[in-house]
């Protein structure tokens, strides 16, 4: 494919199926946008679902500023069972029964697990140990341990409690969750801690992310979809769904434009913010510095 730029500018909610990579999602896109220029913003696992943000062309410089701090989550966490992933796609390392837990002792678990936290990410994980991702050293049969780090999980609520007997023979109880946490949180760390704290052991069985910041499952299409009509969220739209917006005067405009860092009105947000032309033209992306406005992106 040549990398010539022809696709349009913008935000492309995916509706991810499981089995892909995130990657994987971005290189159907590169062919449907007809361009190299494609990227992708809050990686999910193969196996979870739901809402991957996709930029297209000059969007992609969006991606690294997107405040996609606040991300919702609805997931089956299996107790009774430990796996290698702390999720489905690795093999028990541990059973034992989970099918009388004594009362409250779930609701106590989740409680526990809610607030501010200091998570230690699953080893199986993109996270890179000394300029090496962790899975791979975990597959090379390396014992890896991360330090915890501050996650904040704000809402984690229990739906449905199942208990059912697992392939092995052993008792199991599934979990229907929904989760609201920070970036960098993995919910299948929440299963393995809430399983450890119980003392049975979890893993995580199902994920499906259903918003990310702004962008939620009702704005999101499937691949197929997609495949029949690309729908792309123009570059404007998506900067004023996820930033601050700042409306300037046609002079404001054309020295913003050029890189001027010209003066910022009292009362602009701190990071990012969307700067929008007389005519609604997306402009740029400034943050306040010293008070003026500092370029982080010209898009005009």
Same mark, same amino acid.
Not at 3 to 28: E, I, Y
Not at 38 to 57: F, I, K, Q, S, Y
């Given at each position: 494919?040549?990398?010539?730029?022809? !696709?349009?500018?913008?935000?492309?909610?995916?509706?991810?199926?499981? !089995?892909?990579?995130?990657?994987?999602?971005?290189?159907? *896109?590169?062919? *449907?946008?007809?361009?190299?220029?494609?990227?992708?913003?809050?990686?999910?696992?193969?196996?979870?679902?739901?809402?991957?943000?996709?930029?297209?062309?000059?969007?992609?410089?969006?991606? #690294?500023?997107?405040?996609?701090?606040?991300?919702?989550?609805?997931?089956?966490?299996?107790?009774?069972?430990?796996?290698?992933?702390?999720?489905?796609?690795?093999?028990?390392?541990?059973?034992?029964?989970?099918?009388?837990?004594?009362?409250?002792?779930?609701?106590?678990?989740?409680?526990?697990?809610?607030?501010?936290?200091?998570?230690?990410?699953?080893?199986?994980?993109?996270?890179?140990?000394?300029?090496?991702?962790?899975?791979?050293?975990?597959?090379? /049969?390396?014992?890896?341990?991360?330090?915890?780090?501050?996650?904040?999980?704000?809402?984690?609520?229990?739906?449905?409690?199942?208990?059912?007997?697992?392939?092995?023979?052993?008792?199991?109880?599934?979990?229907?969750?929904?989760?609201?946490?920070?970036?960098?949180?993995?919910?299948?760390? *929440?299963?393995?801690?809430?399983?450890?704290?119980?003392?049975?052991? /979890?893993?995580?069985?199902?994920?499906?992310?259903?918003?990310?910041?702004?962008?939620?499952?009702? /704005?999101?299409?499937?691949?197929?979809? *997609?495949?029949?009509?690309?729908?792309?969220?123009?570059?404007?739209?998506?900067?004023?769904?996820?930033?601050?917006?700042?409306?300037?005067?046609?002079?404001?405009?054309?020295?913003?434009?050029?890189?001027?860092?010209?003066?910022?009105?009292?009362?602009?947000?701190? /990071?990012?913010?969307?700067?929008? #032309?007389?005519?609604?033209?997306?402009?740029?992306?400034?943050?306040?510095?010293?008070?003026?406005?500092?370029?982080?992106?010209?898009?005009?």
């Amino acid at each position: 494919m040549s990398g010539k730029s022809t !696709g349009p500018d913008g935000l492309v909610l995916v509706d991810k199926p499981a !089995g892909l990579t995130s990657h994987d999602v971005v290189g159907r *896109l590169r062919r *449907l946008a007809r361009t190299r220029r494609v990227g992708h913003a809050g990686t999910l696992d193969p196996m979870a679902t739901g809402v991957l943000v996709v930029g297209v062309e000059k969007a992609t410089r969006l991606l #690294g500023h997107l405040a996609l701090t606040d991300k919702e989550y609805r997931a089956t966490i299996r107790l009774g069972q430990t796996t290698v992933t702390d999720d489905a796609e690795g093999d028990v390392t541990a059973a034992a029964d989970a099918g009388d837990l004594p009362p409250g002792a779930v609701d106590a678990g989740i409680a526990g697990l809610t607030g501010d936290l200091l998570q230690v990410p699953s080893a199986v994980s993109a996270i890179k140990v000394a300029g090496k991702r962790s899975y791979k050293r975990v597959l090379d /049969g390396e014992d890896v341990e991360l330090p915890a780090r501050p996650v904040t999980v704000s809402t984690f609520v229990l739906h449905d409690v199942r208990t059912t007997t697992a392939g092995d023979g052993t008792r199991v109880t599934d979990l229907d969750v929904t989760v609201v946490c920070s970036s960098g949180t993995y919910i299948r760390a *929440l299963a393995r801690d809430l399983g450890a704290e119980l003392g049975v052991g /979890g893993h995580l069985t199902a994920l499906r992310r259903t918003r990310v910041g702004p962008y939620g499952l009702d /704005g999101a299409r499937t691949l197929a979809q *997609l495949e029949e009509r690309l729908e792309v969220l123009p570059i404007g739209a998506a900067a004023a769904a996820a930033f601050p917006r700042w409306d300037v005067d046609a002079e404001q405009a054309r020295l913003l434009s050029h890189g001027v860092r010209v003066t910022v009105p009292a009362g602009l947000a701190e /990071g990012p913010n969307a700067v929008f #032309g007389p005519d609604g033209r997306f402009l740029a992306l400034v943050e306040p510095a010293g008070g003026r406005a500092k370029a982080l992106a010209v898009f005009a």
